[in-house]
């Protein structure tokens, strides 16, 4: 069984070099206020020399307007944008008619969190799931209790599409998380050493989600 890896929060031409050249399937970038916002212009610079090598870039925004988020597809080559904030139904649904553009919904663990997917079926067009934490919308470093994973997974399934687990996520836990056969896991934080995206955890990433394939 294959894993979907998608590396988020690249804040540098270096990052998204180390990263380019990993065998992830998704790169994000934060185009939200956070401490690895990044500005379209400047990315679109490091594309010129970080061939991507078939990976699908994600846009990360969190409650962005429609010209906002199309400010920033004009000019970096979005696959997928990902709405990580409090969007509604009706709010991906104008984005996606003019972005034309596959978009995931990110929803925040909770006694909610299942009937928000719901509220979003035939409408997104994957879910991230990540751990909900005070004034915070992602790339925190802590994970949530994966116990639930399943039940993410299951209504995903029912809507026929795929659902990332994201929060905390890094080479120590990540064979924990690969028991619950999630379709992709989304790291930040935990490929990074030093506010930097590292090669060697990259390396221990990928060595445990191969064994993980081959045995599945």
Not at 13 to 32: C, K, N, P, V
Not at 99 to 117: C, G
Not at 122 to 135: C, E, W
């Amino acid at each position: 069984m294959s894993v979907l890896l998608k590396y988020c929060g690249h804040r540098s031409l270096e990052d998204l070099q180390t990263s380019a050249g990993s065998r992830a399937h998704y790169l994000g970038l934060i185009f939200a206020q956070s401490k690895r916002q990044v500005q379209p212009g400047e990315v679109k610079e490091w594309l010129k020399t970080v061939p991507l090598n078939g990976k699908k870039l994600v846009g990360v925004f969190v409650n962005a307007s429609v010209a906002e988020i199309m400010h920033v597809a004009k000019e970096v080559p979005l696959s997928i944008i990902q709405c990580h904030g409090t969007e509604t139904p009706e709010q991906i649904i104008q984005i996606k008619k003019a972005a034309r553009l596959p978009v995931w919904k990110a929803i925040h663990h909770s006694e909610e969190a299942l009937e928000q997917m719901k509220h979003f079926a035939g409408i997104a067009d994957g879910y991230i799931i990540d751990s909900k934490v005070k004034g915070e919308w992602g790339g925190t470093g802590i994970s949530f209790n994966w116990e639930f994973v399943p039940s993410y997974l299951f209504e995903a399934e029912r809507q026929g599409v795929r659902c990332f687990i994201a929060g905390g996520v890094h080479p120590d836990n990540i064979e924990e998380l690969l028991r619950y056969r999630p379709h992709g896991i989304d790291i930040s934080s935990g490929i990074e050493e030093r506010e930097k995206k590292n090669k060697r955890k990259i390396q221990w990433i990928e060595e445990k989600v191969g064994k993980y394939e081959s045995c599945s």
